[in-house]
């Protein structure tokens, strides 16, 4: 039976159905002396200023019974693929966020006991995981994407996940990146096509007024 399609951003935040996925908030991507600052030559200053509005977010998907799903990157060269394995040498022979390191290691976000946490080894978090099997397996059809960057590994998830028909909303003030104009053009982007670009409170009120519904 085909499913109905959800019209309105209450239909498509509706805890019963909804996930948060918070990408990559790993020190590489966003401490100071990360592979990023450090190889990459890049201020993530705005990667580390994402990590309240992110767990300000997670607390109200937990207080709503919306499951949160954790990404990290694991780029160890003998997993990459091979075209963005040599894209990685162009800047240096250094691993980023390998198998074990400090890098690695979330930066300033807090998984809770229970909550999926799924290695990647690609700019998308569906590929070579088994994220999708477990979203499909809890009934999930919207996805809240937060993490960075914002024009990477957030966009390239965000996008694999409508094409495999889930609806996607980009929390606006939970996701960055290190290159300001890029991580504007994939805002404007998933706006124009790929789905709700949302700021965290406007989220949280979604979900806040459907418990409110459920219990009246």
């Not at 109200?60 to 160890?76: E, G, M």
Request: glycine share 6%; with cysteine.
């Amino acid at each position: 039976m085909t499913k109905a399609i959800l019209d309105t951003v209450e239909q498509r935040l509706d805890p019963a159905h909804t996930a948060v996925m918070v990408i990559d908030m790993q020190n590489d991507f966003c401490a100071e002396g990360g592979y990023v600052e450090r190889v990459v030559g890049k201020d993530v200053s705005a990667c580390r200023a994402v990590v309240a509005p992110i767990m300000e977010l997670v607390v109200a998907a937990r207080d709503s019974s919306v499951p949160v799903f954790w990404i990290k990157a694991n780029y160890d060269p003998d997993r990459l693929p091979e075209g963005m394995l040599a894209k990685q040498r162009e800047k240096s022979a250094e691993i980023c966020c390998g198998t074990g390191s400090w890098g690695s290691e979330f930066h300033g976000v807090i998984a809770a006991a229970g909550e999926a946490v799924i290695e990647k080894s690609c700019y998308s978090a569906f590929v070579g995981t088994e994220v999708e099997r477990l979203l499909r397996e809890r009934g999930i059809r919207t996805l809240v994407f937060a993490g960075v960057q914002t024009n990477v590994c957030v966009e390239s998830s965000l996008r694999d996940a409508v094409c495999r028909g889930f609806y996607a909303v980009l929390a606006s003030d939970c996701v960055a990146s290190h290159t300001l104009p890029l991580h504007e053009a994939t805002v404007k982007n998933v706006q124009f096509l790929f789905g709700d670009v949302l700021d965290r409170r406007a989220i949280t009120t979604v979900w806040s007024a459907a418990a409110r519904a459920k219990a009246s």
